[in-house]
């Protein structure tokens, strides 16, 4: 809405006062074939058992099936030590489904495929696993595909005028515009960047 003053058009102000009701987290995964939001969790934390709920819930969708995972690397100040997307835990998981012995992975911290995060990410991004772990460079998690669509679900309805009088509409809101989304909007995201250096 656009406010009209002296014959010019300037930007409607929002008074920044509001009252906070709670806040709660997405984790959820993009079919880039088809578009649909997948096994989203709706919820306050992004623990490692969290993640690892995730995973489990969009595997068991098609337990046959290949699986990739884009991942960013969380490359922040609070995430140098915890890692969701190369805990210890999805690393157990996954051997699991590939039918290593536990045993030969190592002891967290200390040696072996659990050492560090640098060896479970290698670990995960096996490309002869059945799922495989894709962690883009630091700065482009814009090249994840979900990404792109939490920028979606923030414009459409999650942005500044939006207003929930509770956490539990909060978290009903999201789950009726996935549900939405992928009944209505869902397609493939038609990428047309061809890796050409851009100019300046």
């Known amino acids: 809405m656009q406010k009209i003053f002296l014959g010019r058009s300037i930007a409607e102000r929002i008074d920044p006062d509001y009252e906070r009701h709670g806040t709660t987290g997405i984790i959820a995964s993009r079919n880039v074939a088809t578009g649909e939001i997948v096994h989203p969790l709706i919820q306050p934390t992004r623990k490692e058992e969290d993640y690892l709920a ?4 969009v595997v068991s969708l098609h337990a046959t099936h290949r699986h990739v995972f884009i991942n960013d690397n969380l490359n922040n100040v609070f995430m140098k030590t915890l890692n969701t997307h190369k805990s210890e835990s999805l690393v157990r998981f996954i051997a699991g489904i590939e039918g290593i012995d536990q045993s030969t992975l190592g002891v967290k911290d200390k040696s072996g495929i659990l050492k560090n995060m640098k ?70 995201f038609k990428w047309n960047y061809k890796g050409n250096l851009l100019r300046v």
Not at 54 to 57: E, K, L, Q, V
């Open 119 to 188: 060896s479970r990410a290698e670990f995960l991004s096996d490309k002869s696993h059945q799922i495989v772990f894709v962690y883009t460079p630091k700065h482009c998690s814009w090249l994840n595909q979900i990404e792109c669509w939490f920028s979606i679900i923030t414009r459409r309805l999650l942005n500044k005028r939006s207003s929930f009088i509770s956490l539990e509409e909060l978290v009903m809101k999201i789950s009726d515009f996935i549900h939405y989304y992928n009944q209505f909007l869902k397609k493939p």
């Open 54 to 57: 995730h995973i489990d819930g």
